[in-house]
């Protein structure tokens, strides 16, 4: 009977116990800082006490690090859990969770600090763009590069190579070097490879986010065939709560490195989103490489009335044609209302520019009072540069939801009139 319940029952196949991974972090002193007045002396004694320090960390094998102090950080903290074979497990939390330190020590590009990870079978990553691509090979030999990488004999990569192929839509440049390839080609070619040469783990970051909307949609088609029909097992971090929703089995958060919660997908949801920020407007850096949302607000006044009205800055190094996006969600993930220029202009008129402030005001939402969750995009007319996910939480209120009705006068979060015949 032991052995037949062994059979049934799904092996664990990834086992994080206790994992732990700590950064050492250089900070260096200035004029203008922690030293108001810096004699000759104090300089060189500094820099003859660092030299020896690293040379001591270098003699011990251990990270050398830049600076006249060194704090510690601890990426992830005593992480511990099980993946069974064929689970498709989520992973969410905000920015600077761990998630990335996690997804490479299990990708085995890190070493963890503490504690260890068991895996049982072969992993493929597709971490970000271009991970294990050579930018001067074609496309044709990078899948031959990328399945010897993953451990795959060469007579199985002939046998999924036209699977491949089509499934990237890349047959016109298959014999170009990757170097010239844009970045939604890049992932495309690389998940298609990560998922046809049939690792057992199966490790997908945010990247999916780089490609079209009908390749991504294509992409969670082929995890889910992937887990479902072949049993594999997949790892899928993302900032897409419907996506994790629709996708997975099963879910984990962490925060400040730490797992605070697993269950199931609905439920780590609710809870991840309960703890988005209740503010009227929050701040973002610029960054030198692409355009940035730098900042978005809700208009206060405006949601007082029972409509909506948002503002968003942005700054690009570069001119652009800015085109917004945004996205309005149930504390459970749910996509209740968005609105996109793309594809219902409404009269919006854009030009040119490298920063400005887009405004966007609906009037008489109808949406059902309670709160929810503000996720905002930035792009031009073909592609997307920047997009901050569920970083506002507000509440709504209307006067018809204030009234007393019958509860059976409307079921989900919009109010929207409807007429019955007999």
Partial sequence: MGALASKIMPQTVISVTNLS?????????SSGGNYKYVALRDVLGREISNFARKAADFARGRQVVQGDEVEEFWALKDVSFEVKQGEVLGIIGRNGAGKSTLLKILSRITEPTEGRVLLRGRVASLLEVGTGFHPELTGRENIFLNGAILGMRQQEIRKKFDEIVTFAEVEKFLDTPVKHYSSGMYVRLAFAVAAHLEPEILIVDEVLAVGDTQFQKKCLGKIRSVSQSDGRTVIFVSHQMSAISQLCSSAIRLSSGSLVSRG???????????????????????????????????????????????????????????????????????????????????????????????????????????????????????????????????????????????????????????KWTV
């Fill in 264 to 418: 199931s997908c609905s439920d780590v949801i609710a809870e991840h989103l309960a703890t988005a920020e209740t503010a009227r407007e929050v701040s973002f850096g610029r960054r030198p490489d692409r355009p940035t949302i730098t900042r978005i607000s809700i208009n206060a006044e405006v949601l007082a009335m029972g409509h909506l009205g948002i503002e968003l800055d942005f700054e690009s190094p570069f001119p652009v044609t800015p085109v917004p996006g945004i996205v309005i969600s149930s504390l459970d993930g749910t996509p209740v209302f968005g609105s996109n220029p793309r594809f219902h202009k409404d009269g919006y008129v854009s030009k040119r520019r490298s920063s400005g402030t887009i405004k966007m005001r609906a009037d008489g939402l109808p949406l059902a009072s309670g709160e929810y969750v503000l996720s905002v995009w930035l792009g031009d007319w073909q592609s997307d540069y920047d997009h901050k996910q569920d970083v506002l939480k507000f509440e709504f209120r209307t006067e018809s939801s204030l009234a007393n009705r019958p509860p059976s006068s409307f079921i989900g979060h919009l109010e929207w009139p409807a």
């Fill in 21 to 29: 991974k700590r950064y050492l972090i250089g900070h260096r002193f």
